[in-house]
């Protein structure tokens, strides 16, 4: 980290790399009050009581009906978001006890995320998308050159380097995508339906990627598609919020 | 810290860059909308500076006068009983000898009471006493039809030759009842007449055309008006196509100032103050229109760009680095209408100086110095970051969960 202002403080030595505990997400419906807000508005529980530990090399799936929680267990995992109650630990940092500003530092350090939109910025290169991470790490240029070029070669894209996301196939977009989330060498990666824009072939292919990313990290995947959480080692079921399944 | 910055800088040209390539409409009109308002206050600058330094004088065939210091820019048109200058005759021959100066005349202005020619009453004639040679022209009446020199001045014994010629322009001639060739009589002690040499129309330097006025000999004048003694003048006119005169004629004579005919209302401005004015005014209206052009515009832009802000953050970009990124791409897009607006700048500087020669026939009214680029890109700069102030604040605002879902 070059950032000492954004450095996440250690608190725990664990196995898992994500450890969550009688996890809950409430969201307010109808604001959070103020001006025009209701005070006193009624709380939807979006992730209800959920307690999950995923330990290094493991795949885990995250499945379920829309509207089941997938998402927001995914982005409490990934550190996008905090739980109303629990306990969630992510390499052994306390989410609760981290700034906005340390999550994000945390997740640049320890998640590489893949989103089902890939979003790529579509001025930059293949390359300079996947460096994206290692420029806010604080990385000099030609270090930053060099491990995006690897991990595209990693992914099987030696040649599209240069190439714009708009240049390529949505499937190598979203390997481009992974080459990013794996630029800074975490350790957890979370895919937010990773294969929903892509064809079979093109999503064989980047679900085999997400499965040898797990050699020596966590890999965690949100799916509707059971063609990918048939990859996964187990499958956290979810309906109404709460684990219905799997574990 | 630095390599840094400049890799958050480079990743906001490269995102302005594409924006240009794949949706360029807000981009563009943020560009523009910065480069129309650094246009307009380059020109008006243009226009300031000019009067600021007196440009206008800056054009070929310009007269130059040395008056009195402490006499009023009026007082070239019209003096009477004003400050004057002494020994002008000596100083008018001084000046003839430098050759960048085609002529060099002491102008002596006065009241002259002269009869009407069919009522016989008296009128009053704005009289200008020269020393004429080839070319000499003063309100706009061509004194050099008069007989070359000051024949009447004899050395300064003012025992010459009395010529009594005149030259008359149509509004003297209408109300002295005189044709050329006649003569106009005099309403004095001396009773003498003068020649009527010539009925003139004057020209755009012409004292106005209703008001009656007469060219003839500075010694004769003098004479009549009790100049004589000291040989004084109210100015000095030298024409000439060499600018650097002026400068020989500035400090030259002590006491007196030099100005131009085409100057005069330079003058006037530039002791004003209102050149500055002027410059402030296109500076505040720049800054203001160009900001409300570019925080509209790149408010819009941001939001529209809310998910590829929200993914850089999901990734771990703390929310200074897209402030930074932020500000930078509005910086960059405002500079680039900055240096845009330098050559609308530069057209308006033209289009100026081409409507003044034609409708006043000023050959510069407004100037364009390289300083003026520098200003330019500051001011674009400072939009900038006045700009980015909005869409900063509509990038922070963006939840990234919110953002992603």
């Known amino acids: 980290m070059s950032d000492s202002a954004g450095e996440v403080p250690s608190t725990s030595e664990t196995d898992a790399i994500v450890e969550g505990d009688a996890l809950v997400r409430e969201y307010s419906r109808g604001g959070s009050g103020g001006v025009f807000g209701s005070t006193d508005a009624p709380t939807v529980r979006a992730i209800d009581d959920v307690s999950v530990a995923i330990e290094r090399n493991e795949v885990v799936g995250i499945a379920g009906p829309s509207g089941s929680g997938k998402s927001t267990l995914l982005h409490l995992l990934a550190g996008l978001d905090i739980p109303t109650d629990g306990h969630l630990t992510i390499d052994g940092t306390d989410i609760a006890t981290l700034s906005t500003r340390q999550r994000g530092a945390l997740r640049l350090e320890t998640v590489g995320i893949v989103f089902q939109r890939f979003h790529l910025l579509d001025s930059l290169s293949a390359r300079a998308n996947v ?29 599209r380097v240069g190439h714009k996301p708009g240049q390529l196939s949505g499937g190598e977009q979203q390997r481009v995508a992974i080459a990013r989330a794996l630029a800074t060498d975490p350790a957890l990666v979370v895919a937010d339906e990773p294969t929903g824009e892509l064809d079979s072939e093109s999503g ?38 709460q684990v219905v399944g799997g574990q | 810290m630095l390599g840094r910055l400049r890799a958050l800088v480079g990743l906001a040209v490269a995102r302005v860059i594409g924006r240009v390539r794949i949706a360029p409409q807000r981009v563009l009109l943020s560009l523009l909308g910065v480069a129309l308002a650094i246009g307009l206050m380059v020109a008006v600058s243009g226009v300031s500076l000019g009067l600021a330094s007196e440009s206008v004088i800056e054009s070929e065939g310009v007269d130059y006068w040395v008056v009195p210091e402490q006499s009023n820019v009026e007082s070239i048109a019209v003096s009477a009983g004003g400050l004057q200058l002494g020994d002008v005759h000596a100083t008018s021959v001084e000046l003839q000898q430098d050759s960048r100066v085609d002529y060099a005349t002491p102008v002596l202005l006065e009241l002259v009471p002269v009869q009407d020619r069919v009522t016989g009453e008296r009128t009053y004639v704005l009289t200008a006493g020269v020393v004429p040679a080839e070319g000499t022209t003063v309100l706009g009446l061509p004194a050099s039809e008069l007989e070359p020199g000051d024949p009447y001045y004899g050395n300064g014994s003012y025992n010459g030759t009395w010529t009594g010629e005149v030259i008359l322009n149509d509004a003297a001639a209408s109300v002295t009842n005189v044709s050329a060739g006649e003569s106009l009589s005099l309403v004095d002690e001396t009773n003498r007449t003068l020649n009527v040499m010539n009925v003139s129309t004057g020209g755009s330097g012409t004292a106005g055309g209703t008001v009656p006025v007469m060219v003839m000999h500075l010694a004769e004048l003098q004479s009549l008006t009790g100049a004589t003694n000291g040989d004084t003048a109210d100015q000095l006119l030298v024409s000439t196509n060499d600018r650097s005169v002026r400068s020989s004629l500035e400090g030259r004579y002590a006491g007196t100032t030099v100005v131009t005919r085409s100057g005069i209302s330079a003058q006037q401005v530039s002791s004003s103050n209102l050149p500055l004015a002027v410059a402030v005014a296109a500076f505040v209206s720049a800054v203001v229109v160009g900001v409300l052009f570019v925080t509209t515009l790149m408010g819009l832009e941001v939001s529209a760009d809310r998910q590829q802000l929200g993914a850089l953050a999901a990734i771990g970009y703390s929310s200074r680095s897209l402030s930074t990124v932020v500000a930078a791409e509005t910086v960059v897009i405002s500079v680039l209408g900055g240096v845009c607006g330098i050559g609308v700048g ?10 003044a020669g034609r409708l006043f026939g000023l050959d510069s009214i407004a100037i364009f110095q390289p300083v003026l680029a520098g200003y330019a890109v500051v001011v674009a700069f400072v939009i900038g970051l006045l700009g980015a102030i909005y869409p900063v604040w509509v990038s922070r605002r963006s939840d990234v969960v919110e953002v992603l879902s």
């Open chain 2, 346 to 355: 530069i057209l308006g500087i033209f289009g100026a100086n081409t409507l």
């Open chain 1, 204 to 241: 064989d292919r980047v679900l085999d990627l997400l499965v040898n990313a797990a050699d020596d990290r966590a890999v965690i995947l949100a799916s509707h598609d059971q063609q990918a959480l048939d990859v996964c080692d187990r499958v956290i079921q979810l309906r109404d919020g």
């Open chain 1, 131 to 159: 460096a994206l991470p290692l420029l806010e790490a604080g990385h000099a240029k030609g270090p930053r050159r060099e491990r995006a070029e690897e991990l595209l070669s990693a992914v099987g894209l030696p040649d």
